[in-house]
């Protein structure tokens, strides 16, 4: 919650997986990923009014657009920090530039839930009143509505204690010289850094930890290779780990695997099972397995979820064996251990 005055912007947090980042396609553009999103809710009430609240209008997103902006430069890299991040600033009472209260509250939601920003954003709106001449001006820090109304200016400043990250100005004027400009933007500084002292007064900085509330997620890098394994033919193997341990899962290309769970026990379970799919076995692994095939020359044995290895017959047992399912059956489980892999890839594994 961040209060200026009257304008009141309560911001509320939301952390997702990495499948959860925003599609965008437009006509200039090929299709792109957004992980990171602001939104803001103006409702009628906030100014005392009585109105119907429907979809966003040409406010909502032109506000939200900007706060978020202001906020994109210390949004935390994916590597650094791989959750898809959405802020929603609802305005609960506006008297002036709510949208740079937006840009504090965000700050103030990130930092509490734990989120790394590299430093806290805040941002101001200055105005400008001319004399009847138009010589004479005074330029105005923080104004409310009235000043906005009647003023000449309306330049939203905000950023960090190191420099601006987002403008936005409106006049009603020609234009403004270089030195108002100058002026406005030493009072904008001015005030940012108030603001900033406050905000870090009330949290210095993000939180240790991660909320509670928000969901872990696990990074495992795998052999690129192995996606299609991990995937399954038409997405069987992932689903079934899904619909197992109840995490979601995510695959990069370059085979950087997010796994996003709310219990550490099954994320343990989804860890595991995604090792083991993507397990690259080696001469000498044992593993637990079970029969899945019987051949006239041997058994085929699935080691791994998935993966299957041949127990040639004279590999079986010690003694001589005629047939496999003389002392085999589908399903049976059986100790196995990795004899080689032969040129092709191929898994030999035997009993003995």
């Known amino acids: 919650m961040f209060n200026r005055g009257t304008t009141q912007a309560l911001s509320i947090l939301t952390l997702a997986s990495p499948g959860a980042e925003q599609w965008i396609e437009t006509m200039e553009i090929n299709l792109t990923k957004k992980r990171f999103m602001h939104h803001y809710v103006f409702p009628p009430f906030s100014v005392g009014e009585v109105g119907r609240m429907g979809g966003s209008g040409r406010r909502e997103i032109g506000h939200g657009a900007l706060a978020e902006r202001a906020l994109e430069p210390i949004i935390p890299s994916k590597e650094d920090f791989p959750y898809t991040i959405r802020v929603v600033s609802e305005i609960l009472s506006s008297n002036g530039s709510s949208s740079m209260a937006s840009v504090c509250g965000s700050s103030l939601a990130m930092m509490d839930g734990g989120v790394p920003i590299k430093t806290p954003a805040a941002g101001i709106a200055m105005g400008l009143m001319f004399d009847e001449k138009g010589e004479k001006y005074k330029v105005l820090t923080d104004i409310q509505g009235p000043e906005d109304h009647h003023g000449d200016m309306d330049l939203k400043v905000a950023g960090t204690k190191d420099g601006v990250t987002a403008l936005q100005m409106d006049v009603k004027v020609e234009g403004i010289n270089p030195e108002i400009l100058a002026a406005a933007l030493r009072q904008a500084k001015k005030a940012r850094l108030e603001i900033l002292d406050t905000i870090t007064g009330a949290i210095a900085g993000p939180r240790a930890e991660l909320s509670k509330y928000a969901p872990r997620i696990k990074i495992i890098k795998i052999n690129p290779e192995k996606i299609g394994a991990l995937i399954g033919p038409q997405g069987k193997v992932i689903n ?92 049976q489980s059986v100790h196995v251990r990795v004899k080689n892999i032969d040129d092709y890839g191929r898994i030999n594994l035997t009993m003995k």
Do not use: C, W
């Open 240 to 331: 079934d780990i899904i619909d197992k341990t109840g995490a979601t899962i995510d695959i990069d290309d370059d085979g950087s695997v997010f796994i996003t769970s709310e219990s550490s026990e099954n994320m343990a379970k989804a860890i595991a099972l995604v090792n083991q799919v993507t397990y690259e076995a080696k001469a000498g692994d044992e593993f637990d397995g079970k029969v899945s095939r019987l051949l006239d020359f041997g058994a085929m044995v699935e080691y791994l979820p998935g993966k299957e290895g041949l127990v040639h017959v004279s590999e079986i047992s010690d003694e001589h064996i005629r047939r496999p399912s003389d002392v085999l059956k589908l399903g």
